[in-house]
């Protein structure tokens, strides 16, 4: 998918995060901080890294504000924001296809 | 070299006597000489002690560079006279090379960390760590490792000259002109002083700093005027609101609720749930509320407890007025209800901190105990709990009287949430451990209950009382696979705190944490 | 992934606790306290701007958050909003083992899901008929027309009255005598009776209010409900001691099950026990109080 315009989903909530994706040029821009940073800070970089992989993002800017979500959580909140900048959010959804 | 509880100590640190963590009960038997301070006589009759100002008390008190001051925490988070004093000394006497020995810093002492930052301080003792000066002792900015220490394990250092306070500082809700201090009667009131009490008689010099000056003889005095050299009136000691809430109210989070009723099921499947048993419980969530559940138990065989130690609260204290309880005695108290009780109520009493938990003196009440309700920031295999780091490896907690409490009772209970987040309560290996697994005997979770391989006597009651309980490492495994199996933390070689068992052994310490960054591979 | 059993359409539903489908925090184990069924909630608990969000959080927790024997049912969005139809395909994907319409007002409102959850069961290659439904009953037209509702397919397990909105249509109040409900829930207990499925009581949501919800849970065990909606796991325990047989109940029905079994294997149909006329009409009644007495741990014996 094409990341067409900034979108942004999740909270600052504990057990959530922030996942904001903007248009990138430059492969993928990855940053994260995270209040579990020393012991899944790796775990953390690659469920997002796989998650665009599956979503076949090439090109993003991508910011993750995690508050100690679990890795469901982490892929839903991706997922969502990638599919909110592409405007396709909210009808027919790959359930089981991209989306694992 | 390793100790008992496995941890590497590096052998730089075994000097002077100091040995490494050999297990419950090394100490006992063995003769200790006690320090005595170095006191100024005070001959000639004195109409007072008022000085002016902080300042000027701590000149007249010989203050100089590489002072060592002592603090107690019971203003807790709404502490003004650690920071004021720290500042004068920096400050207006120019004082260098100061060592804070605290009976615990928090969010209230971040002036502290400046000073640490800019090398005016070089020493924290303490057994309490949190805020920015847990931040800044964990960044290796304090020139000396912090040297934590539990509740008892502090009175025992004192005792026996590990530390030697040159000048204590008691922040007294009230005080008279010559320095007898209480707790209660003031305007920034905090009931006990008991942490204060062991600090005032083995330092050389006492200020006490008050913001209510009340009529000769303050009595009966926490602190006495016969251990105080000089008296300031403060406009105030600390904000009332952070010193104690209005009253602790007994958690209503529904996970809290279903550990705490686990936590009394569990005491009173054992044989020393009788008349008179004796109990200490924390005040946060679940410990708290176990109470509540206890007391439904205590109805239902008809029996009464014999007596309850520890830092009290409400709960507490209206089982005391219900005369449910024989006997409340206290330490330090943590809102306003055990505030206005103590010394107040019938049999509520005071205690000084090694009369608490001093495992060095010749009767600390922590040995014994029936029953001590725990929590944990991390509980691992072993039953070693960890109270002080966070699992970033960051200095966020305090040991306070978790060490002591678990190795005098009888029967010592840790409850915590299997999960934080997601951070595994229960894991392998604790960050760091600050109460030993031979200590700990039984984990309740809100996943269920492990006991201790070490108590099959307890195992048995259970059992025998159909409590269902698992094995610590099922938890272990449940918790990894609810949050993923943690990265092992990576450290630096240099060590930022020493931990000390609370008979004075080198139980971990804590080093330098490498952050992961992104970058990394 | 972990894979959820087919799920039964009569099993014990004493206690039916909903949980914000939004809240990651909330639903990553909200199993460990005992409810029979968690209720995910895509509908009044999420934010009309968070609907599309809610449902990847709820995908990804029904893959991966392993629920054991809790039944996971999820409200869905009303008929009447554009969210429906991907909040349907969302659980068929996910595996929910149920789908409670929200606003069901008739049975052509269970038969327009009922056509939705069978063309995802299609598109996902799952079972065909997996899905479970059942109907929340919100107004006065979904009351009187409860009978059809509760009859409409064969994937309704029951239905449940939705007290906030119901109350709000008859301009009423919660009473502390249940008045303002009463002719409602009993019209809809006969319904779900007669059409042989479950019915269900509202939440009650008054968290202070401990005298006024034993009140209610007393009343619905008293009018003969299933089970109750909870919005907090600390009303859980309550219902399920209400809603456990007594020690005389359960003896009983042991005493019947047994001697019916014993008789009818000597071909004798009808028969007493302590003095009271038995026939095989009490049987089924018998059982249930077995069943249940089994669920609530009071009962360890091998006739049910």
């Known amino acids: 998918m094409e990341i067409k315009k900034p979108a942004v989903a999740g909270t600052l909530e504990s057990s959530d995060l922030m996942v904001t994706v903007e248009p990138g040029s430059n492969g993928i821009e990855l940053a994260i901080s995270s209040s579990v940073m020393n012991q899944y800070g790796r775990q953390i970089k690659n469920t997002v890294l796989e998650t665009l992989d599956r979503l076949e993002v090439r090109q993003a800017k991508v910011t993750v504000v995690d508050k100690g979500a679990l890795d469901c959580t982490i892929k839903a909140r991706v997922e969502c924001a990638v599919f909110r900048s592409c405007d396709q959010s909210q009808k027919n959804i790959p359930w089981g296809g991209a989306i694992v | ?521 | 992934m972990i894979p959820r059993p087919k799920p039964e359409r009569f099993r014990l539903r004493r206690t039916m606790m909903f949980m914000n489908a939004q809240k990651p925090g909330l639903i990553k184990d909200a199993y460990i306290y005992g409810c029979d069924s968690i209720m995910l909630d895509l509908e009044d608990a999420v934010a009309e701007n968070q609907k599309d969000s809610a449902r990847f959080s709820l995908y990804h927790a029904l893959k991966t958050i392993d629920y054991g024997d809790t039944e996971v049912i999820v409200r869905i969005n009303g008929l009447d909003t554009p969210h429906w139809q991907e909040d349907v395909r969302v659980c068929v994907a996910g595996g929910a083992d149920g789908i409670r319409i929200a606003k069901c007002e008739s049975a052509q409102d269970v038969r327009t899901v009922e056509a939705a959850v069978e063309a995802a069961e299609e598109e996902f290659g799952v079972e065909k008929g997996r899905t479970l439904l059942m109907g929340a009953l919100e107004s006065p037209k979904g009351i009187l027309n409860a009978y059809e509702i509760c009859a409409a397919s064969d994937r309704m397990f029951g239905v449940a009255i939705s007290g906030g909105d119901f109350r709000k249509c008859m301009q009423t109040k919660p009473q502390p005598d249940g008045i303002d409900m009463v002719v409602a829930r009993g019209m809809m207990l006969m319904a779900a009776r007669a059409a042989g499925v479950q019915c269900f009581d509202t939440v009650f949501t008054n968290l202070d209010d401990e005298e006024g919800f034993h009140a209610e849970v007393l009343q619905n065990k008293a009018m003969g409900f299933d089970g109750k909606s909870l919005i907090n796991p600390k009303q859980i325990r309550y219902v399920h001691e209400v809603f456990a047989p007594t020690q005389k109940e359960i003896v009983q029905a042991e005493k019947i099950v047994r001697a019916y079994r014993e008789q009818s294997a000597a071909g004798i149909g009808v028969f007493t026990v302590d003095g009271k006329m038995i026939d095989i009409a009490f049987i089924p009644g018998a059982e249930r109080t077995l069943k249940l007495a089994r669920a609530c741990g009071l009962y360890e014996g091998d006739l049910v």
């Open chain 2, 1 to 521: 070299m390793r100790n008992a509880v496995g941890r590497d100590i590096p052998d730089y640190l075994l000097t002077g006597g100091k040995e490494v963590y050999q297990g419950k009960n090394y100490m006992d038997g063995k003769y200790m000489q006690k320090a005595a301070p170095k006191t100024r006589r005070y001959e000639k009759p004195q109409e007072s002690k008022l000085v002016e100002t902080i300042a000027d008390a701590l000149r007249q008190c010989g203050c100089k560079d590489g002072c060592t001051f002592s603090f107690h925490h019971h203003l807790r988070n709404g502490d003004y006279v650690a920071n004021m004093v720290v500042q004068a000394a920096v400050e207006e006497l120019g004082i260098k090379d100061i060592t804070v020995a605290a009976t615990s810093l928090g969010s209230a002492h971040d002036v502290i960390a400046d000073y640490i930052e800019d090398g005016r301080v070089i020493g924290v003792q303490t057994s309490g760590i949190r805020g920015r000066i847990g931040d800044v002792v964990s960044e290796g900015k304090l020139k000396t490792p912090a040297i934590i220490r539990s509740h008892g394990g502090r009175p025992r250092a004192i005792e026996a000259g590990e530390v030697h306070i040159d000048i204590a500082v008691v922040a007294a809700p009230t005080s008279d002109c010559v320095g007898n201090c209480r707790g209660i009667g003031g305007k920034s009131n905090c009931g006990s002083l008991g942490y204060a009490m062991t600090d005032a008689k083995y330092a050389d010099h006492v200020i006490v700093v008050t913001d209510t000056l009340v009529d000769f003889p303050n009595m009966p005095a926490s602190v006495e005027a016969i251990d105080v050299d000089a008296v300031v009136v403060v406009d105030s000691i600390g904000d009332p609101k952070k010193i104690a809430s209005a009253a602790a109210r007994i958690s209503q989070n529904p996970r809290d609720l279903m550990m705490a009723e686990n936590v009394a099921k569990v005491i009173a499947a054992t044989p020393y749930f009788k008349e008179g048993f004796s109990f200490q419980t924390g005040v946060g969530g679940p410990s708290l509320a176990a109470n509540l559940f206890l007391e439904k138990y205590m109805d239902e065989r008809g029996i009464k407890m014999g007596w309850a130690i520890g830092g009290i609260c409400g709960p507490m204290v209206e089982l005391l007025k219900k005369g449910k309880v024989g006997k409340v005695i206290d330490v330090q108290d943590f809102d306003l209800d055990a505030v206005n009780s103590i010394n107040q109520t019938p049999n509520h009493f005071e205690m000084s901190a090694s009369q608490y938990a001093n495992p060095a003196n010749k009767g600390a009440f922590v040995n014994k105990l029936d029953f001590v309700v725990l929590a944990a920031l991390e509980i691992d295999t072993g039953f070693n709990v960890n109270v002080l780091t966070g699992s970033d490896g960051v200095l966020r907690g305090a040991p306070g009287g978790h060490p002591d409490t678990a190795a005098g009772s009888k029967c010592c209970i840790i409850v915590t949430p299997l999960v934080r987040g997601r951070m595994a309560t229960v894991c392998e290996h604790v960050v760091t451990v600050t109460t030993p697994g031979d200590c700990v005997d039984v984990l309740v979770t809100d996943y269920g209950i492990a006991v201790n391989p070490l108590r099959p006597d307890l195992i048995a009651c259970l059992d025998e009382a159909g409590i269902p309980h698992v094995s610590i490492e099922e938890l272990k495994e449940k918790a990894y696979s609810l949050v993923g199996r943690p990265d092992d933390l990576e450290w630096e070689d240099k060590v930022v705190a020493i931990l000390e068992a609370r008979d004075g052994t080198i139980l971990d310490v804590v080093r330098k944490i490498k952050p992961y960054t992104l970058d990394e591979a």
